[in-house]
């Protein structure tokens, strides 16, 4: 008899939480097959604006699992990701887009690094990703269709997404 409780038991645990590992809306594991469409007419930039769009959704710009990105709504006359020099240090060359994960081997917003690329989190974003684990979060980069000089990178494990310099190999 115990036997038998302690199975059911165990077999509604793992059923648990594979339902919740499916069910997700933001983070836990799934990876966009893409990154944001651009904006055709932006949206005015917020002070103090708010991303929790839902109970359970993070308050910084994430990513849904149906694709929408959560956002990225401002277009291309956001202000606050222009760059005089674009592209300075180059183009990122290790792999873009959802077959491209990466493991973040270090730093933090100012200079991180994975590979031996390194990038630093735009400085309108660096309130985003406070609870990033600078040293193994997993993270994914797309190319900005926006804001010309930089990427979005994508963390895995949380849902949520910043505005990324390229600085070098």
């Known amino acids: 008899m115990k036997r038998t409780i302690g199975i059911v038991g165990i077999s509604v645990l793992m059923a648990a ?3 919740a590992a499916e069910h997700h809306e933001v983070g836990g594991g799934y990876i966009p097959k893409r990154g944001p469409a651009p904006v055709k007419q932006g949206h005015p930039v917020e002070e103090n604006r ?7 959704h993070p308050e910084a710009p994430h990513v849904h699992t149906n694709g929408q990105w959560v ?16 592209w300075e240090h180059g183009h990122f060359t290790g792999g873009i887009g959802k077959g491209h994960v ?10 991180f690094w994975f590979g031996g690329f390194y990038f630093s989190v ?12 600078w040293t193994s979060d997993q993270i994914v980069i797309y190319d900005d ?5 930089w990427y979005l990178g994508y963390n895995v494990r949380l849902g949520t997404y910043v505005h990324i310099m390229y600085l070098g190999a």
């Open 145 to 149: 269709p926006d804001h010309v000089g």
């Open 71 to 86: 956002g990225h709504d401002t277009g291309a006359n956001d202000a606050r990701y222009h760059l005089d020099h674009p």
């Open 102 to 111: 990466w493991h973040l081997a270090g730093g933090g917003p100012s200079r």
């Open 17 to 19: 939480g594979v339902w």
């Open 50 to 56: 708010k991303f929790s769009d839902k109970a359970g």
């Open 122 to 133: 735009a400085p309108a974003d660096i309130g985003f990703c406070g609870d990033w684990l």
